[in-house]
């Protein structure tokens, strides 16, 4: 019974059904915060929305038992997990507060696509890396506010009064969101002040930025390209071989290592019919030639 649940659970079919259902949950839930609907209109969409919302939580259960314990084994069907359980209750309960997380099972379709679900690997992958980047941007920042209140805090107060007002003002220029403004404001007590914007903007824009592209351009390559998957693929093969390998070596060795048994019986051929003994080895019979 558990296994043809699991067969239909897990088949194309019904996940293109439940894929089918998220998008149209995403329509409903575009269409209700359009300006000019009806109120008849609004309530059908929202009794339309509770009932996806129904169907997806007996998806879930659905999904649960028939993986088991491998459900929660799985980071995508946790992801299901999570975006149903947080999003429900803005519509089972009506709670104004809640509704606004309706628009998280959205999200489900990363899960339902294939190829983004490649591309969320991938930035979850890229996540080590993307940290080290922030941490170099945020000291850059910092040492940056630092230098920029002690040289422009007295004449440029509103972008360098404090510590925090330069981070967030160099935060501004370093995404050359109206920097100039800023500029502007500098250059007129300070003529010079050219040069620590055009070095900020080198350092923290132009080099550290396109290092944070970098790294997440090169981990999406290598999560969605084929050949890592071979080499993947190549690397589990020769761990299972060296497994075996190994469990087989040990054998070996197990076998070499234990004790010799005695010999039982005599080997020395029967006793002579006058009661002598046999001291050499025992003769042969006589040849018929």
Known sequence: MRERLAAVVNGSRFQNMILALIVLNGVILAIDVLPGIAETTRDRLQFADRVIVWIFIVEIALRILANGRSFFRDGWSLFDFAIVV???????????????????????????????????????????????????????????????TNLFGEEVPEYFGDLFTSMYSLFMVMTLEDWPDIADAVLAPHPMGWIFFVAFILVATFTIMN?????????????????????????????????????????????????????????????????????GPPTPPPSED
């Open 211 to 279: 290092l944070f592209v970098g790294v997440i351009v090169a981990v999406m390559d290598r999560e969605t390209s084929t050949y890592y998957e071979y080499v993947a693929l190549y690397r589990d093969q020769m761990r299972r071989d060296m497994e075996i390998l190994k469990g087989r070596v040990e054998r070996i060795l197990d076998t070499l290592e234990e004790p010799a048994t005695p010999d039982s019986g005599d080997r020395r051929g029967p006793e002579p019919e006058d009661g002598t003994k046999q001291t």
């Open 86 to 148: 947080i999003s429900a209750p803005g519509t089972v309960t009506g709670i104004s507060a809640l509704r606004i997380l309706r628009a998280l099972r959205l999200l489900r379709v990363l899960s339902g696509v294939s190829q983004l679900r490649k591309v969320g690997e991938a930035l979850v992958a890229a996540i080590p890396g993307i940290s080290w980047v922030i941490v170099l941007l945020f000291l850059i920042n910092v040492v940056s506010a630092i230098i920029g």
